[in-house]
């Protein structure tokens, strides 16, 4: 059974996940009109990811036979003035959505909830790993400011990305 306060809380973080995924397919398209498809698609893998995410969330409290409740999303941004600003902008997001799983921590530990405290541990490390990658994804791309080659050979490398959680379980 989750406390009240968990349960809601839990239900935020689905949306906040929801909402993530949201800005990233928003920045993707944008990439696209830019004709910049290979990093559309490494932004659409990461909002793959962050639908996975909200799944994680709403999985959980049905699992503890709690009620899922999902909320409006905020319609995004559609608009940047250079592609600094995006990746910029999916660092400070990061940093945002970090500052709200060790909020939901620090409530598991409140309640004494272990079961929820548990659960949670898989995002304190998914969100080490995700501001790592931003960090590195903002540094390429601020490199290649000044080099028209190497923003294509940027956007051939992102190209490539896949969703590699898509055929396992665990992820
Ligand atoms: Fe689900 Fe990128 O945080």
């Not at 398209?29 to 659409?44: C, H, I, M, Q, V």
């Not at 409006?72 to 592609?83: C, L, V």
């Not at 190209?159 to 590699?164: A, D, F, I, K, L």
């Amino acid at each position: 059974m989750l406390d009240e306060k968990m349960e809601q809380a839990l239900n935020d973080q689905l949306n906040a996940e929801m909402a993530s995924g949201y800005l990233y397919l928003s920045m993707a398209t944008y990439l696209e009109d830019k004709e910049l498809p290979g990093f559309a698609n490494s932004l659409r893998v990461h909002a793959e990811e962050e639908l996975e995410h909200a799944m994680k969330f709403y999985d959980y409290i049905l699992r503890k036979d709690g009620s899922v409740v999902l909320q409006a999303i905020d319609t995004p941004k559609r608009e940047w003035d250079t592609i600094v600003d995006i990746y910029k902008e999916i660092l400070e997001h990061e940093e945002l959505v970090t500052s709200l799983i060790h909020e939901l921590v620090d409530l598991s530990i409140e309640l004494k909830d272990h079961a929820t405290n548990q659960f949670l541990q898989w995002f304190v490390e998914e969100q080490v790993e995700e501001e790592e990658l931003a960090h590195d994804d903002l540094r390429k791309v601020k490199m290649s400011i000044d080099s028209p080659q190497l923003l294509y050979l940027l956007d051939e490398e992102y190209g490539q990305v896949t969703n590699n959680s898509e055929n396992t379980s665990e992820e």
